[in-house]
C-alpha cells in the first residue's frame, strides 16, 4: 500500500456520462496530481494542486476538471465522456516545495462504452 | 521541444542475463530525472532521482546513471521478479514539479 487511496478502482460508463474519481494524498503530502494513462500515450500529466490551489495545468481538456478539498483529498471530474476517454486515471501525491518522487495511488481504469 | 524516449521498447532476458535500459532527454535545465517501475495495472513505483551528470544510484541488482543527454538502467544478474515495466521522467526548470514521462519499457525476464 503507497498510502495514497484511489477510488473507484474500475469503472464503466456510457458516452455522454459524468464521472468522478476521488483520491486521498499519503498523509502529510500537501500536492496532489493527476496524470491519464493509454496505450499510445504513456503517461500524461493533466493537472497538479496543492494545498487546495491549482499549481499547474497539463494536457488537460475542457471537459476535465478537478479540484483539491480542505481535508486535502481531491477529485478528478470527467464529463461528456467519449470513448477515447477509457484510459487508467492515476493520482499522485508528494510533500510539495522540493525536488522529490511521486507516490501513486493503484489507479482507476476507466471504461467508456 | 522537450523530449523523453526511452529504448529498447521491450525486452527479453533469461534470468541471470544483466543488460541495460536507455532514457534519452532534451530538455532544457534539467532539475532532476527519476526512475519509476510499473508492474500491470497498478501505479508506478518510485526507483531512482539523479539530479547531475555523473551520478549513480543502486538498489539491489539495479543501478542507475546519468550523463548530459541521458540515462542508464543497468539490470544486474534479473530475476523473474524484475519483470515490469520501466518508466523514466524528467523534470526541468520550466516544468514546476511535473514530470515528463517516457513511454517505457517492458521488461520480461524468464526462468
Known amino acids: 500500500d503507497s498510502g495514497v487511496t484511489q477510488t473507484p478502482k474500475h469503472l464503466i460508463t456510457a458516452t455522454g456520462q459524468r464521472v468522478t474519481l476521488r483520491c486521498s494524498p499519503r498523509s502529510g503530502d500537501l500536492s496532489v496530481y493527476w496524470y491519464q494513462q493509454s496505450l499510445d500515450q504513456g503517461l500524461q500529466f493533466l493537472i497538479q494542486y496543492y494545498n487546495g490551489e491549482e499549481r499547474a495545468k497539463g494536457n488537460i481538456l475542457e471537459r476535465f476538471s478537478a479540484q483539491q478539498f480542505p481535508d486535502l483529498h481531491s477529485e478528478l471530474n470527467l464529463s461528456s465522456l467519449e470513448l477515447g476517454d477509457s484510459a487508467l486515471y492515476f493520482c499522485?501525491?508528494?510533500?510539495?516545495?522540493?525536488?522529490?518522487?511521486?507516490?501513486f495511488g493503484s489507479g482507476t481504469r476507466l471504461t467508456v462504452v | 521541444e522537450d523530449q523523453v524516449t526511452q529504448s529498447p521498447e521491450a525486452l527479453r532476458l533469461q534470468e541471470g542475463e544483466s543488460s541495460s535500459l536507455n532514457c534519452s532527454y532534451t530538455?532544457?535545465?534539467?532539475?532532476?530525472l527519476f526512475w519509476y517501475r510499473q508492474d500491470p495495472g497498478k501505479g508506478p513505483e518510485f526507483l531512482f532521482t539523479l539530479y547531475s551528470a555523473g551520478e549513480e544510484k543502486e538498489k539491489e541488482r539495479l543501478k542507475a546513471t546519468l550523463t548530459k543527454k541521458e540515462s542508464f538502467l543497468h539490470i544486474t544478474a534479473p530475476k523473474p521478479e524484475d519483470s515490469a515495466t520501466y518508466l523514466c521522467a524528467v523534470q526541468a526548470k520550466n516544468y514546476g514539479q511535473n514530470f515528463v514521462f517516457g513511454p517505457g519499457t517492458r521488461l520480461s525476464v524468464l526462468p
Open positions: 530538455v532544457s535545465g534539467l532539475r532532476g
Open positions: 499522485a501525491s508528494s510533500v510539495g516545495g522540493r525536488l522529490d518522487g511521486y507516490t
